[in-house]
């Protein structure tokens, strides 16, 4: 259990879907995230800054500018931050193999964990052209699904003040529809099939905001999740093991702790 003012160290921190430039992104979440987090390594693995939602109107507010602030801080105090390009960001894969303030930027990369396994560390919307509902995903960036993110904040500013923890109401939504199931399912074996394809043990990507860590018969199917539904990191310990953490359950724990003291 994390106190107000502990930092847990791991090994390598995975984090994606950030989408910084929307109302939906939970920037505040993050924030408490990157306070109590340390890492040797760091990866960004997409769809960090939304340019297509910034494109259409500037949203800029302080916290965003805050988390940006803070990355950049891990990496001028040594951390390795590497960042992959998702397809709302990337515009940044014009500079594939540059440095930003510490920053590398990489189309994809292998991670080797400390157990000797080694990941391919991918976006993933490379793969939405043989995935069978992409119908379904081509809904992630648009419209109905902005207004589902602002639905969700509204909802969660309301529940804060009523003294209710963080809830994905879009996450919520996703695993009830039948359609959202059978794409997620199609997702992770056309990842599983790349790292396959790539010999290397396993695949940690992001894109479809669903957080999972799944063994595909001898492939392992990582997701870090998102920062506008559910909240998640994805950590390396330092004897290897991967976890997702999700964050507004530890904010609750932490809240409820504090309460009863
Ligand atoms: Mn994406």
């Avoid at 106190?3 to 408490?32: F, K, N, P």
């Avoid at 109107?57 to 390009?85: S, T």
Wanted: aromatic share 12%; proline share 1%; with cysteine.
């Amino acid at each position: 259990m994390l106190g107000d003012g502990d930092v847990q160290r791991y090994r390598a921190i995975w984090l994606s879907d950030i989408h910084l430039g929307t109302r939906g992104c939970q920037a505040e979440m993050l924030l408490d995230f990157l306070k109590h987090t340390e890492s040797d390594v760091l990866y960004l693995v997409g769809d960090i800054v939304d340019g297509w939602r910034l494109k259409k109107g500037w949203y800029w507010p302080q916290a965003h500018n805050d988390v940006v602030q803070k990355i950049l801080r891990r990496a001028r105090k040594g951390a390795q931050v590497f960042m992959i390009p998702g397809n709302h960001d990337e515009a940044f894969r014009d500079y594939i193999g540059l440095q930003f303030g510490g920053v590398t930027i990489l189309e994809d990369t292998i991670h080797t964990a400390a157990d000797g396994k080694r990941y391919l560390v991918i976006h993933g919307d490379q793969f939405d052209a043989v995935v069978r509902y992409a119908k379904w995903l081509a809904f992630v960036g648009d419209t109905a699904y902005t207004f589902l993110l602002w639905l969700n904040t509204l909802l969660n500013k309301a529940r804060r003040k009523l003294g209710f923890p963080y809830w994905s109401l879009s996450a919520y939504l996703k695993h009830k529809t039948k359609k959202a199931v059978e794409f997620i399912g199609d997702y992770e074996t056309a990842l599983t099939d790349e790292a396959r394809r790539r010999q290397v043990d396993g695949v940690i990507c992001g894109h479809i905001h669903h957080a999972e860590i799944r063994d595909m018969d001898g492939v392992l199917y990582v997701n870090d999740g998102d920062w506008v539904e559910s909240c998640t990191a994805l950590v390396e310990h330092s004897d290897g093991r991967l976890e997702i953490l999700r964050w507004a359950d530890i904010v609750a724990a932490r809240r409820a702790v504090k309460a009863a003291a």
